[in-house]
């Protein structure tokens, strides 16, 4: 405790070393990578997926369609078939 002219202050506890790196100025890690987009959904197609997953899960259900649409057209490395030059079989 500190005794002052005004009261009696209660000494804070040294606060535990926190594990993520704190940025002065408001600027962003160099290894932060989430980037912000602003789409544009009609107020029809919110509304089901509202009725669908709800309001909390919508960026999850974006995130999942546009990987799902992605894998269709444009297959990753991951999952493309086997290389078509120097294939014996």
Do not use: C, W
């Amino acid at each position: 405790m500190i005794q002052t002219r005004f009261g009696t202050l209660l000494k804070r506890k040294p606060r535990a070393r926190q594990s993520v790196r704190v940025v002065a100025h408001g600027r962003k890690p160099l290894y932060f990578t989430h980037t912000h987009t602003h789409l544009n959904i009609n107020p029809s197609d919110l509304a089901r997926i509202d009725a669908i997953v709800g309001r909390k899960a919508l960026s999850k259900f974006v995130r999942d369609a546009i990987r799902q649409q992605l894998d269709r057209i444009a297959p990753g490395e991951e999952q493309a078939g086997p290389p078509l030059i120097g294939v014996e079989g």
